[in-house]
């Protein structure tokens, strides 16, 4: 498997707190039959951009060779983008895509007062030359609350990456639904640990997480979120078209 969306990367971030944990990460990344992994420390304020790449090269380079020698796992560069105004004045997000590729990480905030602001960041990011994947849409309060926000999102030809661990119940009830409601869609690209830490509910156990999907989702699904489209998205090909069915206004879940 392939996680696009890791903060392991120590001292960065949130994420991974030391180059222990890190390694640690990556161990059970192993365990769960992840072999390749981007990392996505968070890139907030973009007056920091060099300092960014900095030590995230700096991080990388301090983990990459014990990582592969010992685990068999592979480090990539990334980044989740936090979208903000200042943000998309950045002209050039090449060193933020997923190693390098078109595909951008973009976390939006998750409360916004003009939810429909969304879709004019999103064509931003578009014109700028990325294809935008929305970092756990599942859990941004106002996509929860209108469903019919993200069927215009993927119609505009976002991409989404849903944490699994959210499928799962991880991040509570809405979230939940919201996923499921995706995945039955079919408007699932990636899933992802999202992991800041080795284990738990923000741990990197996939496979250990995935047991706890109810109902279990379709292996030839599964093998396309995990597997298929994450490893598109490395090697920067395009991602397979996948046949998709308008989510259901959320009104009508109940
Ligand atoms: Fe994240």
């Not at 640990?193 to 989702?217: C, F, K, N, T, W």
């Amino acid at each position: 498997m392939v996680d696009i969306h890791t903060h392991i990367l120590f001292e960065v971030d949130d994420g991974a707190e030391s180059r222990e944990e890190s390694l640690m990460m990556c161990r059970i990344a192993q365990e769960n039959d992840i072999h390749s992994i981007i990392t996505t420390s968070h890139f907030i304020d973009v007056r920091t951009a060099q300092e960014y790449v900095d030590i995230r090269q700096n991080r990388i380079d301090s983990l990459k060779e014990e990582a592969a020698q010992r685990f068999d796992v592979h480090l990539y560069p990334g980044a989740e983008v936090h979208i903000t105004a200042p943000m998309l004045e950045l002209t050039d997000f090449s060193p933020f895509t997923l190693n390098h590729s078109r595909y951008l990480l973009a976390e939006f905030p998750f409360r916004l007062e003009r939810p429909e602001l969304i879709l004019d960041q999103v064509d931003a990011l578009f014109d700028r030359g990325v294809i935008p994947i929305l970092a756990h849409p599942e859990r941004l309060i106002y996509l929860q609350k209108n469903y019919q926000l993200i069927n215009e999102l993927n119609d505009m030809g976002a991409l989404f990456q849903v944490t699994l661990s959210s499928l799962a119940g991880n991040f509570g009830r809405e979230a939940c639904l919201l996923a499921m409601a995706m995945a039955k869609a079919n408007m699932i690209d990636c899933l992802a640990s999202d992991a800041h830490r080795p284990l738990g509910h923000r741990g990197i156990d996939l496979l250990e997480q995935a047991v706890y999907i109810r109902p279990p989702l379709p292996e030839y699904l599964m093998n396309r979120m995990l597997v298929e489209t994450p490893t598109q998205i490395l090697n920067d090909q395009p991602v397979s078209a996948r046949p998709v069915d308008p989510i259901r206004p959320r009104t009508t879940l109940f």
